[in-house]
């Protein structure tokens, strides 16, 4: 059974860091293209950022230049660190796998930033 399980939210001062961690079991982790989601209460799940099999990135514009996108296929790992959060950053933050028809989440972790 495919597994996503995301670590590392918390509650971050403004201005500070975070790094999210999303681990993967029973999947060819290394040919899935790997993102992260975010859902804040009452608005639509967006995209935070993705990462291809051979490790292009793509970034929403409102987290560019703060968060980086990053992948350790020996982990079967994705990462996220996220620097220089906003309140507006606060939302759970959910990880995705991706290859063709297969696509899964996990549960999600998580922010919130706030003084």
């Known amino acids: 059974q495919v597994q996503l399980v995301e670590s590392g939210g918390g509650l971050v001062q403004p201005g500070g860091s975070l790094r999210l961690s999303c681990a993967a079991s029973?999947?060819?982790?290394?040919?899935?293209?790997m993102g992260w989601y975010r859902q804040a209460p009452g608005k639509q799940r967006e995209l935070v950022a993705t990462?291809?099999?051979?490790?292009?990135?793509t970034y929403a514009d409102s987290v560019k230049g703060r968060f980086t996108i990053s992948r350790d296929n020996t982990k079967n790992t994705v990462y996220l660190q996220m620097n220089s959060l906003k309140p507006e950053d606060t939302a759970v933050y959910l990880c995705?796998?991706?290859?063709?028809?297969?696509?899964?989440w996990g549960q999600g972790t998580q922010v919130t930033v706030s003084s």
């Open positions: 990462i291809g099999s051979g490790g292009g990135t």
């Open positions: 029973e999947i060819r982790f290394s040919i899935y293209v």
């Open positions: 995705n796998a991706a290859y063709f028809r297969n696509y899964y």
